[in-house]
């Protein structure tokens, strides 16, 4: 069974609240992870190729940090590299079938 982000729809009703509402913390969990392991990679890109030219302004490291971050978000929120749905695949509870 294949699990995206995009695709997960389960409506809200009073027998499923507690499990929409976990769902969508691991969403949210799996998304925010995957953001912290973007962060230090596109940091490092921004300082490679982006060159250093701004270092002697004060503040320019926690400015292009806050950027880089807004950025790993944004991309974790889209698909990301596909880390949140591996997360989110291992945090589904495995598929019982009826031995009948």
Same mark, same amino acid.
């Given at each position: ?9 389960? #409506? #809200?009703? +009073?027998?499923?609240? #507690? ?10 969990? +799996? ?8 962060? #230090?990679?596109?940091? =490092? @890109?921004?300082?490679?190729?982006? *060159?250093?030219?701004? =270092?002697?302004?004060? &503040? ?9 971050? $807004?950025? $790993? ?5 889209? *698909? &990301?590299? &596909?880390? $949140?749905?591996?997360? @989110? ?9 009826? &031995? *009948?």
């Amino acid at each position: 069974m294949n699990i995206t982000l995009a695709s997960i729809s389960i #409506p #809200p009703t +009073a027998a499923n609240l #507690p499990a929409a509402k976990a769902l969508g913390k691991n969403e949210k969990a +799996a998304r925010d992870f995957e953001a912290m392991l973007l962060t #230090p990679v596109l940091d =490092s @890109l921004q300082k490679s190729f982006g *060159g250093d030219g701004d =270092s002697k302004t004060p &503040g320019a490291s926690d400015y292009r940090l806050m950027a880089t971050q $807004a950025l $790993a978000q944004s991309i974790a929120a889209r *698909g &990301g590299i &596909g880390i $949140a749905q591996l997360i @989110l695949r291992h945090l589904q509870p495995p598929e019982v079938s009826g &031995g *009948g």
